[in-house]
């Protein structure tokens, strides 16, 4: 899916171009964001169905065409991957989008829904009889027409989600947009392909309030990993490019390596001063479960001391250190 994804968007989007085009979406696997994918399905409603098809045929990023109708063509792109292109009549894509979405499985127990409340449902519409209950685009109103919730594409799956929205009891969701920040990310510090500054400004563009900067450490050498000379000039651009770009908060941090015995490969003292510290296991995944655990557990207390050393230790009389680190970051183990 994420190959394919954004060459169907640029699809999408230039046949939103053609003369007469009134709606376009995908559908499909695609549009229920499944991590793999059989084709890419897109449904157009327009004026004139031969000139989209003729579009699409002429495409120069086709290099193959499976068949064509009247009102669909499927074709094989340079990229890889097969399109199959349908256009329906402004009436029924509501039911069209609902039904070339899915899952198979889904629209199944949705269709004997239909039938039980004497009602015919298909990518035409719902009907009671010849009347079709559900003309237009709004897909949802079939949901609504047969006494439930409508739910986000990505959870048509025949996976709980028709029960529940049967009880008006779907989960709320993450709507796409939601995210403020990212605390993943890795630069041409080590194995990432850009600069800090370059990732915040583009950060910054999606509209993202903050991001960490979690390059890998020394541990892991193919990817250039950090010592903690290297880690500690890092931190230092960070807090250059932070007063640079207005905006965006950029945090230091790492993604520090577990090593086999539990301990990290960076020192306390060091990954104390970082606002983020993510740690990682990159090497023996042959040990047992028992040894496994042991060694995450062991990091995750190393880390605890890390904490420790940044938000405040003990000192020799048992009292805690006052320690203000003026930053209102607070890193936690879970």
């Known amino acids: 899916m994420g190959d394919v994804l954004p060459y169907a968007r640029e699809l999408v989007e230039e046949i939103k171009e053609i003369e007469g085009v009134s709606e376009v979406s995908e559908a499909g696997s695609l549009r ?21 098809l003729d579009y699409v045929s002429n495409l120069p990023s086709v290099v193959k065409v499976w068949g064509r109708g009247d009102t669909k063509i ?7 991957f097969d399109v199959d292109v349908r256009v329906v009549s402004r009436e029924s894509y509501g039911a069209a989008l609902q039904y070339f979405t899915g899952s198979k499985d ?5 269709r004997k829904i239909a ?10 519409g719902l009907f009671k009889g010849k009347k079709n209950l559900t003309p237009g685009t709004d897909e949802c109103l079939i949901y609504k027409k047969l006494g439930m919730e409508c739910m986000p594409p990505e959870m048509r799956s025949d996976s709980g989600e028709i029960e529940l929205a049967q009880k008006k009891r779907l989960p709320k969701v993450i709507e796409y947009g939601s995210a403020r920040g990212d605390l993943q990310i890795q630069t041409k510090w080590t194995d990432g392909k850009d600069s800090i500054e370059e990732m915040a ?7 993202l309030g903050y991001i960490a900067i979690t390059d890998h450490t020394k541990n892991l050498a193919m990817t250039g990993g950090l010592n903690e ?16 770009i207005k905006g965006i908060t950029i945090l230091s941090g790492t993604e520090c390596d577990i090593l086999k015995d539990g301990s990290l490969d960076i020192d306390n003292k060091v990954l104390g001063k970082l ?12 040990l047992s479960r028992k040894e496994q655990t042991e060694r995450i557990i062991k990091a995750m207390n190393k880390q605890k001391a890390s904490l420790r050393c940044r938000h405040g230790g003990h000192n020799q009389g048992g009292k805690k250190n006052r320690h203000d680190t003026g930053n209102k970051w ?5």
């Open 32 to 52: 229920r964001r499944q991590e793999t994918i059989g084709d890419v399905d897109i449904l157009v409603t327009a004026k004139d169905n031969k000139k989209v």
């Open 275 to 286: 606002d983020v510290v993510g740690i990682s296991v990159h090497t023996h995944f042959n």
């Open 330 to 334: 607070k890193s936690r183990t879970s």
């Open 74 to 80: 499927s074709v094989h792109l340079k990229r890889g």
């Open 106 to 110: 889904h629209n199944v127990k949705l």
């Open 115 to 124: 039938i039980s409340k004497k009602y015919k449902l298909n990518e035409y």
């Open 201 to 207: 400004k583009e950060a910054k563009k999606l509209g």
């Open 229 to 244: 000379d290297k880690i500690l000039k890092q931190k230092a651009e960070i807090s250059k490019i932070n007063k640079k």
